[in-house]
């Protein structure tokens, strides 16, 4: 039987499920970001103070986990195309973990982002490790993305967050044209910082890793377009409805291009069907 008799789609397996539980946590971010300041049930509150730079940080990650959310429900997952998704994603599992265990003086106190590490680490475990999908055949047509559009946008994602990670401190000084981006330091907005900056690593690892065609981009170009204008919208807002040049536009357009390009301009032609082979044979 060939590997095209086998494909599977993302749908009903574990990608599912770990879609479903991300798009939870994005629209948490988005419409209920009170859940993070008080206890729920057995967990404890993850933040003690809100202010307009965390609901700027929240709004612009929740827009990136949207999009990893839906590349994971759209992307058919085999032992290749993983592999950098996964990795990404286990190192976001296991910093936001390390960092919840480090801000409670190294004793485990039940939170929300232990939560978020679990589903994360579920799903770079299935897209890297247990892919529901064989290795593709290969073909002249079929090409790797190294060297075009998704190889930049992957670039700069990681540039980006190597850049929130080891040097936030530039997010809190204007830079050039640009002016800073928050006011105020605080320990749980660098937390908040840090974990943004992962999920855009498992992103930009996921748009290098993948081989995009017509079908696979679509879910994760939809939600990149939903970001890109979700962060910038949220952005123009938070200044009173004037433009005042800021880092999260030029993440917004990264973003937005990125999306452009496994929506409407992907590198890879439409996978053929195994009723469409047995024709050409």
């Given at each position: 039987m060939s590997a095209f008799c086998v494909a599977k789609m993302a749908h009903g397996n574990l990608s599912d499920l770990v879609?479903?539980?991300?798009?939870?946590?994005s629209a948490q971010w988005v419409f209920l970001p009170g859940m993070l300041y008080e206890?729920?049930?057995?967990?404890?509150?993850?933040?003690t103070t809100k202010s307009a730079d965390m609901h700027a940080i929240m709004a612009f990650g929740a827009g990136v986990i949207l999009m990893i959310a839906l590349a994971f429900s759209g992307v058919k997952w085999n032992p290749i195309n993983g592999k950098m998704a996964g990795f990404g994603a286990f190192i976001t599992a296991g910093t936001i973990a390390y960092k919840s265990f480090k801000a409670d003086s190294d004793v485990f106190v039940p939170r929300l982002f232990y939560v978020y590490a679990a589903v994360i680490a579920v799903g770079a475990l299935h897209?890297?490790?247990l892919p529901s999908n064989p290795l593709p055949p290969k073909s002249k047509e079929t090409k790797n993305n190294h060297g075009n559009a998704s190889d930049a946008v992957a670039l700069s994602l990681i540039i980006a967050s190597m850049g929130c990670l080891f040097y936030p401190e530039h997010l809190f000084i204007d830079v050039g044209p640009f002016k800073a981006q928050f006011?105020?330091?605080?320990?749980?907005?660098e937390t908040m910082i840090r974990f943004v900056a992962c999920l855009m690593l498992t992103l930009g690892l996921i748009i290098s890793g993948v081989k995009?065609?017509?079908?696979n981009g679509?879910?994760?170009?939809?939600?990149?377009?939903?970001?890109?204008?979700?962060?910038a919208y949220s952005s123009f807002q938070a200044d009173g409805g004037v433009f005042v040049p800021r880092i999260f536009y030029v993440y917004s357009a990264v973003i937005f291009f990125g999306a452009l390009h496994i929506f409407a301009f992907p590198s890879n032609p439409k996978p053929e069907k195994q009723s469409d082979k047995k024709k050409s044979k």
């Open positions: 879609f479903f539980a991300l798009l939870a946590i206890d729920i049930g057995p967990l404890k509150a993850q933040f897209i890297a490790v006011v105020e330091k605080s320990a749980d907005l995009w065609n017509p079908i679509k879910m994760a170009g939809f939600g990149g377009f939903l970001a890109s204008g979700y962060t």
